[in-house]
């Protein structure tokens, strides 16, 4: 409530956004509650992104308030002042928003907000190398956190394990929605670390994690059965789940991971059963309340049982459209409401859905989404790249890792640690390419479409 308040007191009202880039602290969740009930929009960063890719989301979203750490406020004052935005600090006892919250009363008269109103702008790369804010509204949270608690049966009696991001649809809403509104107890952890996960197994009950956590876990000989006594369920999402980590993992611990899938746009749409088989490779059936077909997009039809198509989704869950892109919606957004997930899968005659692929140019790495569109763009500003092809090899830890191919301009030296220093200075670190390989001209189909499936088998690690 204290916090709300020095926020209206800001100016901050129904409607307006409040961009956060802080690191994972309580005070950063109460920030989120704090900003939903003053009636604002909440749009987390990812604090890997650089002042770049700040600009651009400021600039896009207009917000009224810019929450930053102490030591980026410099930086991020700059950004601000030049949309008029105010700059506030959060970390520790020192930031503003804090000691002005000190003297505030405890209790704040939350905005009036209906089911469609927003509470929330989350962005999302996208395929042309420009990120998209998607608009989430009340309703699409409050139903997918309603579907999840009572499908996973969480309570009150559960005790979360968190080592998620809270800048992403899987850790803030898929775990901290649910939790907050099943009044669960979490265990918020600053990052995710083996060690740490060690010592807080035996006192926990729920883990949500991105498949890098749980290969990372089994690749450490204290993991056991005997360490996951109390567990009641894992849980994974935000990437493909391989089999074979399925089956160790069973093997290993006697538990079996749930499996879910979901996006930014459209929250969770399917999931593996609480009770009832959950199948290694497979993302189960569409939850409750969400219509699930497997299409061929191009003239819409749906496809029959186990053909190959793409996932489009219909629902409370699905949001309200891009931020001020109106004709991206209705590029991905029907006209009678299904959203056209990009999403390649089959479903099988009781209805369980499998991922097969994806018909997007999209990279997952540690669940992180990297456009390539985006990196190549980056690089093809360089008077020595004539072009740049970016794709994905596989990883084992990652699932998933960003490689570039780079045709030098005519005669050009190309000079990779400069490439590098480039990508740096404008890329949160996780797009950055971990290899640069130089070639004289991209493979390409007679269409003139650059062969990605080419460069990942000719020129994989
Ligand atoms: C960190 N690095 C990465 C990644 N994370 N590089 C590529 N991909 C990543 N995901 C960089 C670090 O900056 C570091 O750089 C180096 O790689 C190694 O870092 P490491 O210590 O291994 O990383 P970490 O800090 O342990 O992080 C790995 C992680 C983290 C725990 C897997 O990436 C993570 O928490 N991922 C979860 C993402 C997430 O929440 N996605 C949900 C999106 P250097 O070597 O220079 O030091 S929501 C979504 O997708 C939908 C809705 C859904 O269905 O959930
Ligand atoms: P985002 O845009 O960050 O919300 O990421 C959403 C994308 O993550 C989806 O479109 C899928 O491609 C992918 N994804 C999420 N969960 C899974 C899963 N369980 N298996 C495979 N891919 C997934």
Not at 74 to 101: C, E, M, N, P, Y
Not at 357 to 371: M, Q, W
Request: glycine share 8%; hydrophobic share 40%.
């Amino acid at each position: 409530p204290q916090i709300a308040k020095v926020l209206k007191d800001a100016g901050v009202a129904p409607g307006d956004r409040d961009v956060v880039q802080e690191p994972k602290l309580t005070d950063t969740l109460a920030l989120y509650i704090a900003t939903v009930q003053t009636g604002a929009l909440y749009l987390p960063m990812n604090t890997a992104y650089t002042q770049a890719e700040l600009t651009y989301f400021v600039e896009d979203a207009q917000p009224k308030i810019v929450v930053c750490d102490a030591d980026s406020e410099d930086d991020t004052t700059r950004i601000a002042q030049a949309i008029g935005a105010k700059v506030l600090t959060l970390s520790g006892d020192h930031g503003s928003l804090s000691l002005a919250a000190n003297d505030k009363p405890d209790s704040f008269e939350a905005a009036s907000r209906g089911p469609d109103d927003l509470a929330a702008l989350l962005y999302t790369s996208g395929t042309t190398g420009r990120s998209k804010g998607a608009m989430m509204s009340h309703r699409n949270l409050l139903s997918n956190a309603e579907t999840l608690i009572d499908l996973w049966q969480i309570t009150n009696a559960d005790r979360l394990l968190h080592a998620l991001p809270i800048f992403h649809t899987h850790g803030l809403f898929v775990a901290l929605n649910t939790a907050l509104l099943a009044g669960t107890r979490v265990r918020l952890m600053s990052g995710f670390n083996v060690d740490t996960i060690v010592d807080e197994l035996p006192g926990s009950t729920l883990m949500m994690g991105v498949p890098t956590f749980y290969t990372r876990l089994l690749d450490d000989a204290r993991f056991d059965k005997d360490l996951t006594r109390n567990m009641r369920l894992f849980i994974s999402g935000s990437a493909p789940l391989l089999a074979e980590t399925h089956q160790a993992f069973e093997a290993r611990t006697g538990h079996r991971i749930l499996e879910r899938y979901g996006m930014t746009e459209t929250n969770m749409i399917t999931s593996n059963p609480y009770d009832g088989a959950r199948v290694a490779g497979t993302v189960g059936y569409p939850l409750p309340g969400c219509e699930v077909k497997i299409t061929n997009p191009e003239p819409a039809e749906t496809l029959p049982k186990g053909e190959i198509g793409m996932i489009e989704v219909r629902g409370e869950n699905v949001f309200q459209g891009y931020w001020n892109m109106p004709e991206k919606t209705a590029e991905e957004v029907r006209e009678n409401g299904f959203f056209l997930t990009g999403d390649l899968a089959t479903e099988d005659e009781d209805g369980r859905i499998t991922i097969v692929g994806r018909a997007k140019d999209l990279i997952i790495s540690g669940g992180y989404n990297i456009y390539p569109k985006e990196v190549e763009d980056v690089l093809n500003e360089l008077a020595e790249v004539e072009e740049s092809a970016v794709y994905g090899v596989p990883h084992a830890d990652f699932g998933e890792s960003v490689i570039a191919a780079i045709v030098p301009t005519n005669g050009a030296q190309i000079d990779v640690d400069a490439l590098r220093g480039t990508v740096e200075a404008q890329l949160a670190r996780f797009k950055h390419p971990r290899d640069y390989i130089v070639m004289d001209a991209l493979p390409r189909n007679t269409m003139g479409k650059v062969q990605k499936n080419i460069l990942r088998d000719s020129y994989g690690q």
